[in-house]
């Protein structure tokens, strides 16, 4: 008989059974990526004075690709942080610009108050 001409059988209305199950083990929050002494934490300390991709792939562990991929979209874009980036002697060199850390002020509404 195929596959598709065979019956279901009714799902069972039986009471569940009384097996006690284990206990879930507690689902804990993630520890926070800005800590101290995680790679975060690194590369943000790294940014305070003019480090090489180079050095940051070597203390992280990363790719060049996952670098920059973090520079780009938790530096620039969840910190708001404002990078510098140079090329000296053939490697690019990035730093947190300094002033007001890169945060800008608040817009002015164009509505009259």
């Known amino acids: 008989m195929p596959k598709s001409a065979k019956k279901r ?5 039986a009471a569940p059974t009384t097996a006690a ?37 070597k203390e992280t562990g990363w790719q060049q690709h996952s670098v920059r991929g ?8 969840k910190l708001k942080l404002k990078l510098n980036s140079q090329k000296i002697d053939g490697s690019r060199v990035y730093q947190i610009a300094g002033g007001d ?9 164009k509505r009259p108050s």
Do not use: D
């Open 9 to 13: 059988s009714p799902k069972s209305t």
């Open 21 to 57: 199950k284990s206990p879930q083990p507690a689902i804990t929050a993630p520890e926070k990526k800005n800590e101290a002494g995680s790679k975060q934490a690194c590369v943000i300390a790294m940014l305070q004075s003019p480090t090489g991709m180079a050095a940051m792939m």
């Open 70 to 77: 973090f520079l780009a979209g938790v530096v620039r874009k």
């Open 101 to 109: 850390g890169g945060k800008s002020g608040r817009r002015q509404s």
